[in-house]
């Protein structure tokens, strides 16, 4: 594999970058970071940015490398990813939904397009994409997945906004993507089919040789069973109540950018590495798992989990996204049953990742334990029946209330 990394400008080595592990605790990145040379190299691809000045910023996200650049014609974002990752085919299609939203009145960071007319650059081992810094403030660009909003505010404003993008994406008629690794979707238990479940996980597996390779030494159609299914026949019978949406399914704090001043609201959307074809109700689940529940402080606290949920936050996020855009009753009901199996098949994705790629056996294992089966079983806990439990209290909240609107 090739390797971008170069010297500086004046010959000297850069530092190492350190990025989010998959603790608590930071560490080496997985790959190089961007240099100056790199980026320079890069825009001779993009004449219309000019020249690159400087790097403020590298980003912390443990799957790619990324930084801020200033340049002629201003500040930069400037992704590289593993062409086995995202391929530049596989990148404009979450671009080309970008430009939907950005057409219907959201305001989503512009990506750039290169002199070939692409919105993608490939290079060797490498995938690149350029986009003009959006508006905003990056205030949590050094927080982790699994971190709550500093304040109720923020919930609110982030829900707020995951609504209007929901409402934005009507009409985006797309097909689901194919990627086969660090994906985020919502195909294997979109069946009212208990035996079609393992199929399709079967399908996925045989589909990803590091899939293969590493779950010949588990019986994972005898886990499934045993933790997925029974929350997959929760949801079964609300399926058909969701329709598809292309959806931004990985809805965190660190993926918006906010306000300066005033009330707490989001100016830009960043980040749509795993958009798909899925649901909205999908997406509203995801944006509980990554933010309302404290999965990394998990290890370290045996008693009284219900502290890992933010309460107060998830009702204020829920109760912004309704206020403009109203969940039908399907989908209030669809949301607690939905919840314990988001984050499954990402799971499976970053599985493949980890033992395909990243040859770690650690992350593997904490991929498949932790991540694939270990969140969906904590939702049996006291502590995940609590959660569970609230949510269908608004679920039957919303229901009365649509059944009998006089009485609200």
């Known amino acids: 594999m090739s390797d971008p990394r170069q010297d500086d400008a004046t010959g000297q080595a850069m530092p190492a970058v350190m ?10 990145s997985s790959w190089p970071a961007l240099t100056l040379d790199e980026v320079a190299r890069l825009l001779r691809h993009y004449p219309q940015v000019g020249a690159v000045t400087r790097l ?8 790619s490398s990324a930084c801020v650049a200033d340049t002629e014609s201003g500040p930069i974002f400037v992704k590289r990813l593993l062409r086995v990752i995202r391929t530049a085919d596989e990148l404009m299609d979450e671009h080309r939904f970008m430009a939907h939203l950005r057409q219907h009145g959201m305001a989503v960071s512009e990506v750039l397009q290169a002199s070939d007319g692409s919105t993608a650059h490939a290079d060797g081992d490498w995938t690149y994409e350029v986009q003009r810094a959006g508006q905003g ?64 996980i079967g399908d996925y597996i045989r589909e990803r040789p590091a899939l293969t390779d590493y779950l010949a030494q588990r019986d994972w159609q005898q886990e499934v069973t045993r933790v997925l299914l029974p929350f997959h026949a929760r949801l079964s019978p609300m399926l058909r109540g969701l329709a598809p949406l292309w959806t931004h399914n990985d809805w965190h704090a660190s993926n918006l950018l906010w306000q300066a001043h005033g009330p707490a609201a989001v100016t830009t959307l960043l980040d749509f590495g795993l958009a798909d074809r899925t649901c909205a109700i999908y997406d509203l689940a995801i944006a509980i798992e990554r933010n309302l529940i404290a999965w990394l402080a998990l290890p370290t606290m045996a008693v009284n989990q219900r502290r890992l949920i933010h309460i107060d936050q998830l009702d204020a996020m829920l109760d912004a996204y309704e206020a403009v855009r109203p969940l039908s009753v399907p989908e209030a009901a669809a949301l607690p049953a939905l919840l314990p199996l988001a984050h499954t098949e990402f799971a499976l994705s970053e599985l493949a990742y980890f033992h395909g790629v990243q040859k770690s056996a650690e992350n593997s294992a904490l991929a498949y334990d932790n991540y694939f089966l270990g969140h969906a079983e904590w939702f049996n806990s006291d502590a995940g029946r609590y959660l569970l439990d609230h949510l269908q209290r608004r679920s039957d909240r919303n229901s009365n209330h649509k059944n009998n609107p006089q009485e609200s």
């Open 137 to 200: 403030v990056d205030r949590y660009r050094d927080a982790t997945s699994w971190t709550p909003f500093v304040n109720t505010e923020d919930a609110a404003a982030a829900g707020s906004a995951l609504a209007r993008l929901h409402l934005a994406a009507r009409g985006y008629d797309a097909p689901a993507r194919n990627i086969k690794l660090l994906a985020s979707g919502f195909t294997l238990f979109n069946t009212e089919d208990p035996q079609e479940v393992l199929s399709r």
């Open 19 to 28: 990025s989010h592990g998959m603790g608590l605790d930071a560490v080496a």
């Open 56 to 63: 403020n910023w590298h980003s912390p996200r443990p799957f």
